[in-house]
């Protein structure tokens, strides 16, 4: 059974910081591109970061880039999310995905900038 599961969203200031991780299980994770999505309210889910099947290209979102940082570890099975300098317009849900030919994603978690 395919299992996504996104952890470390909550409440941050403008300016702070948070670690997304989302914990893969049921598929071969290291054959799999990963990425972080996220959707604010009445908008488009749109893509935040991806990162290769061997970790090695990343790509990310004009709106994030030099803020945010997109890590896997094979070995764990997880990918991370680092997001600093969190501003009020990242406030949205963040979904966790997996694609090789099917789309897999995580049931997502809250993510809150605001003083």
């Known amino acids: 059974q395919v299992q996504l599961v996104e952890s470390g969203g909550g409440l941050v200031q403008p300016g702070g910081s948070l670690r997304l991780s989302c914990a893969a299980s049921g598929f071969t994770f290291s054959h799999y591109r990963m990425s972080w999505y996220r959707q604010a309210p009445a908008k488009e889910r749109e893509l935040v970061a991806t990162?290769?099947?061997?970790?090695?290209?990343?790509y990310y979102a004009d709106s994030v880039k030099g803020r945010f940082t997109i890590s896997r570890d094979n070995v764990k099975n997880t990918v991370y999310l680092q997001m600093n300098s969190l501003k009020p317009e990242d406030t949205a849900v963040y979904y966790c995905n997996a694609y090789q030919s099917v789309n897999y994603w995580g049931q997502g978690t809250q993510v809150t900038v605001s003083s």
């Open positions: 990162i290769a099947s061997a970790g090695g290209r990343t």
